[in-house]
């Protein structure tokens, strides 16, 4: 919800930009560490939801550590000052370059996705005379129930070790010296909005804890990953259900005396704190469709032309009341740029403000240069 003070600030600016509430960056954070301390439990943030500079001051001095899947992120981390001891570095592949420069870093843990990856990890720490700390990243073959191309966690897709290769894993771990097996680690996929979803894994990640411990291995960490939903329809009922969430893990895990309990939350956490804010270049008025061409479009936020995803679109000059249908569409050379089709509507007309909302996480930093558009801009709300 923006107020007649905020939309006065952004009538005077150059469009298009995201806007960052932190103060309700900040209620989130606060509100998710005071939940997930409630267990002791541990959470990392997973920065390929957003690494835009301001909004990673904020969860770095919340305490979180951070999720990484590229070297990229694990430099971007230890340079915002995040604690080398609480960084994990997951995805399916990892250079060489990444490898050795995690290993020089001294990161928490490898999630490793691959019985090769765990031998590649074993030799470039063996020439580095280190231990490599690893976690095993499972596929528990989990449906987490949501859109096909944000799912992770089942046997047809390429993350993690499947089970019937978890022999070999074992065996691998054993004959590595310059590897130390630090526990299991699991991510099923994203917007995850049935919270039942997690108690499936719960069930799971007990399963793999029991088959590691039976051939020897102590398991110190059960890293369930991320996932957790945010309400893309209501963006003004910010602040997703934490304490829910942990208590699922609380109540179905088996946490065994010694274990921790890892988290590597993205969306949830910065999901609801920015809008991509725009303006109507040209209303174009067809004869079976009606179009808002905004000056953002699909370069600035990627979601609805790669998912169809849904985001709420509201034309922040003329209030809500709807008369006419349009399809809200940017000015890139494409068919998919939409942000949406057949939106209800006040009459719009050129200069209108919009604002596309729940922008914060997948945004930002999935824009892209195509069309040689310019840099998006970002704006802060302590600007105001
Ligand atoms: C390994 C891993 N952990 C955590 C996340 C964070 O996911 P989300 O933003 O849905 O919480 C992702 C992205 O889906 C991921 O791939
Ligand atoms: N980029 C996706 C989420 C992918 C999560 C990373 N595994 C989105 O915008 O919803």
Redesign the pocket.
């Given at each position: 919800m923006f107020s007649n003070k905020d939309i006065s600030h952004f009538a005077n600016l150059e469009t298009p930009f995201y806007y960052y509430d932190l103060n309700l960056l900040q209620d989130t954070l606060n509100t998710c560490a005071a939940a997930a301390k409630l267990y002791n439990f541990h959470v990392h943030y997973a920065m390929?939801a957003n690494f835009n500079a301001k909004v990673l001051q904020s969860i770095k001095a919340v305490g979180f550590g951070a999720d990484c899947v590229s070297g990229g992120e694990v430099s971007k981390a230890i340079e915002t000052g995040f604690d080398k001891g609480q960084i994990v570095f997951a995805g399916v592949g990892k250079s060489d370059k990444e490898i050795n420069l995690a290993l020089d870093q001294n990161i928490f843990c490898f999630n490793v996705e691959s019985v090769q990856e765990l031998e590649v990890i074993n030799e470039l720490a063996a020439k580095k005379g280190k231990k490599a700390s690893v976690a095993i990243r499972i596929n528990p073959n989990v449906d987490a129930h949501t859109h096909h191309n944000?799912t992770?966690g089942l046997d047809e897709n390429k993350f993690g070790v499947n089970s019937w290769d978890l022999p070999q894993c074992a065996e691998m771990l054993r004959a590595s010296a310059n590897l130390e097996f630090v526990g299991i680690h699991f991510h099923i996929g994203?917007?995850i909005t049935n919270l039942d979803v997690y108690k499936n894994l719960c069930v799971r990640v007990n399963e793999f804890a029991i088959w590691f411990e039976e051939r020897g291995f102590a398991v110190k960490v059960l890293n369930v990953g991320g996932g957790l939903g945010i309400d893309y329809h209501n963006p003004d009922q910010q602040i997703p259900d934490f304490a829910n969430y942990f208590k699922i893990f609380s109540d179905f895990l088996d946490i065994k005396p010694g274990q921790e309990v890892h988290f590597e939350l993205?969306?949830a956490l910065v999901g609801q704190s920015a809008s991509l804010i725009s303006r109507v270049l040209y209303v174009k008025n067809g004869k079976k469709k009606n179009f808002v061409i905004l000056d953002a479009g699909m370069t600035e936020l990627m979601?609805p032309a790669l998912?169809q995803?849904y985001h709420k679109i509201e034309n922040l000059t003329r209030g809500n009341e709807a008369t006419l249908k349009y399809d809200i569409v940017g000015p890139i050379c494409e068919s998919t740029d939409c942000f949406g089709k057949e939106v209800e509507q006040p009459e719009s007309f050129r200069g209108d403000l919009y604002a596309i909302r729940s922008a914060g996480?997948?945004g930002e930093v999935?824009a892209s240069k195509y069309n040689l558009r310019d840099e998006i801009r970002s704006v802060y709300s302590e600007e105001a």
């Open positions: 390929k944000i992770t994203s917007q993205g969306r979601r998912y995803a996480a997948y999935m």
